[in-house]
Structure formats: structure tokens, C-alpha cells
């Protein structure tokens, strides 16, 4: 599946829904946050890191607490450590992208990955304040780039800054991984543990979010963690939130097609069924909530989209949203930014601390 621009390049169908929603994609539609966001008072791109050097944009450093998770009754779950050695990777109007190169000890994947801190992050204000996780993943290959990294492209970080200071969405802590290790469209692995092949899906579900917590101030339990992609990065996030109820809450899934097809699978056919969200969602006991897309311009993939609707089922809810005139492109994706923050907001927990 290759990186969309500003044609249509493979359609890519949308996963189901069990009700669908009229959802405004404007800005100014959106609506409040839910209750428990921080009163936005940092400016899009400001707020020094109250322990990094002056101007420096770089988070403050981890502090350990020996491994432990939050106390019992606690909300915030302070950082672990050891702090990973993030680098400015580019400069937004909403503050930097640093990015490292993550080491996974459970899959062995060795893999760079992008992180963006909303401003309030590193604000003294929300010093003791645990923050909601937004997972992103890109269309295409994603090797070695992830297009929610570029604000010409998907300028999410500078949207999110924006309604996050209007307290009309939470601000997110932004991870943002690559996918694959090639530029092989015919080999890609599809974020799943492909036999014989890096364990992608283990690296995606474990030692990602293991190195969240490692790093930033999160908070306990799944209700704050959500995922989104574009493309084939909806595939991931529709796929990683059924086979991990346990770690994500909330998924947006913006114009996939959810079919695992990865020529790397040939000769796993099992397991390739049991990765294949297509197949995922027809017997999905995952108590998650999903936000699927379709562009309306594409006839194909409105009729793919809810072909999928109709195989979807309790507990397991996914709302769908129709962009009108939509077409499978950035340029459309982009669009969608407001919307899905939007309803990432209702259904994810916002900034909490203890006190």
C-alpha cells in the first residue's frame, strides 16, 4: 500500500460500524472536552520544559520510581525510566517532534519512533499531571517516516495544540512509529507478528507502550490510550485495539481497507486470518470503541465500509462517519483531523492528576 498524495492511489475501505454518526469534520463543530482536561493556558508551541534547558523543546527528563506502577487509588503513573535519547527531529508551530530509534527487548524490532508533547506537557502547571497517549500510524509502507509528522501534510500537532487551548479537545502525548523496515509494498508486515519475519505486531503492542511509560507521565489503565491511522495505519489501529482491549480504549480508522495481505504471510494462512481485521471484527469481543471513515467521493469504498458495518457486533462498537465528496488522498485525511480529535476527546480521559 503506498503512501497516498494528492490523487487516489489504492482505495482502502473502512471498518464498521454498529451506529453511525453526523460528525461536523469543521473546526469549529467541535465540541468540549470532557471533563478533567487542564485549562489550556499554554500557547500553541510554548511552554518551556520546566527541567530541560531554555528553548531547548526537549521533554523533562524521566524520573525512575524503581520500575513501579501507579500506587494503588493513584491516577498519574510517573515515568519508569531508562530515559531514551530523543533527538529534535523538526520544529512545529505546536512545539518539536523529537524522535528516537526504539530497541524492542520483547520483539527484538529495532525501529525509530516520533513523539510530540502538547505544550501543557511540560508546563509547571501540569508538573503532576499524567496525560492521554494518541498512537498515529501512516498510510503506505512507512518506512522510515510517519506522514502525521509533517504539518504540511497532516498538521495534527498544530490542530491539536489549537482546540487543546479552546479546552475543545484533550492534549495528547503523540507516539508516532514506523511500520515497516522496507520499502517492499509486497512484503510488509501488515503491524502483526508475521511468522518468520520481525515481530512488527509485538514491537507495536508491547514495546511501543512500554516505552511511553517508560519516558512520559501517563495515566493507569486503558482509557486514556487510543490509536488512529490513516490508510494502511488504519488497518494497525482498528487491528491493535480488537487484539488489545486491555491496552487501548479508543481507535479512528480513516480509510483502510483491513485486510491483511502481506505476500510474507504465504504459507501462514492461519495466521494471517487471525490478523486480518476483516476477519477480526466479524468475531471481535473487544470492548472497544471505533471511529471508521469513508470518503463519499469513492463509491468503492463507501460500499466496502458498510459490507463491514454489517459484521460488526456488541461489545465491540464502531461509529462511522462519511466524508462528503471525500477521495483516498493526505489532502482528504487532513481533513478529518478536527473531527477525529473531536471524538477521540469523548471517548478517551483527559489530563488527571492525583492532588
Given at each position: ?11 482502502r ?8 454518526l ?19 493556558d ?10 530541560a ?9 524521566p ?15 510517573m ?28 520483539s ?11 505544550p ?7 508538573a ?76 507495536m503492542s ?22 488512529m491511522?490513516?490508510s ?55 470492548d ?63 489530563p488527571?492528576?492525583?492532588?
Open positions: 500500500m503506498r503512501q497516498p498524495q494528492s490523487q487516489p492511489t489504492r482505495i475501505a473502512v471498518l464498521a460500524g454498529v451506529t453511525a453526523a460528525l461536523s469534520a469543521a473546526l469549529a463543530a467541535c465540541s468540549g472536552g470532557s471533563s478533567g482536561t487542564p485549562a489550556a499554554a500557547k500553541a508551541g510554548g511552554g518551556a520544559a520546566a527541567s534547558p531554555a528553548g531547548s523543546g526537549a521533554p523533562a527528563a524520573v525512575p520510581t524503581g520500575g513501579s506502577a501507579a500506587p494503588a487509588g493513584a491516577k498519574v503513573v515515568p519508569t525510566g531508562p530515559a531514551a535519547n530523543l533527538k529534535k527531529a523538526r520544529d512545529t508551530k505546536a512545539g518539536p517532534i523529537m524522535m528516537t530509534t526504539l530497541a524492542g527487548p520483547k527484538g524490532v529495532s525501529a525509530d519512533v516520533w513523539v510530540w508533547l502538547p501543557q506537557y511540560n508546563d509547571p502547571k501540569y503532576h499531571y499524567g496525560f492521554p497517549v494518541l498512537t498515529l500510524y501512516a498510510g503506505g509502507q512507512s518506512n522510515g517516516y510517519n506522514t502525521w509528522t509533517d504539518e504540511h501534510q497532516l498538521p495534527i500537532q498544530d490542530i491539536d495544540a489549537q482546540l487543546a487551548q479552546q479546552q475543545k479537545a484533550h492534549p495528547f502525548i503523540m507516539i508516532m512509529p514506523v511500520q515497516n523496515l522496507t520499502g517492499d509494498e509486497h512484503h510488509s508486515f501488515d503491524c502483526s507478528d508475521i511468522p518468520g519475519q520481525p515481530k512488527m505486531g509485538t514491537w508491547q514495546d511501543v507502550p512500554d516505552f511511553v511509560r517508560a519516558n512520559f507521565r501517563t495515566l493507569k489503565g486503558r482509557d486514556s490510550w487510543g490509536l491511522g490513516a494502511s495505519g488504519a488497518d494497525c489501529s482498528a487491528k491493535l485495539a480488537m487484539q488489545h482491549p486491555d491496552l487501548f480504549k479508543a481507535a479512528v480508522a480513516i480509510d483502510g481497507d483491513f485486510v491483511a495481505d502481506s505476500w510474507s504471510w504465504k504459507g501462514h494462512e492461519a495466521e494471517q486470518a487471525a490478523n486480518s481485521p476483516d476477519k477480526l471484527i466479524a468475531s471481535s469481543k473487544a472497544v470503541r471505533i471511529l471508521a471513515t469513508a470518503g463519499g467521493g469513492s463509491a468503492y469504498e463507501v460500499g466496502v465500509v458498510k459490507r463491514w458495518m454489517a459484521k460488526a457486533a456488541a461489545p465491540t462498537t464502531v461509529e462511522y462517519y462519511e466524508e462528503p465528496g471525500g477521495e483516498h488522498s493526505t489532502v482528504d485525511f487532513g481533513k478529518l483531523i478536527p473531527m477525529s480529535l473531536d471524538w477521540l476527546t469523548k471517548n478517551l480521559t483527559g488527571q492528576s492525583d492532588s
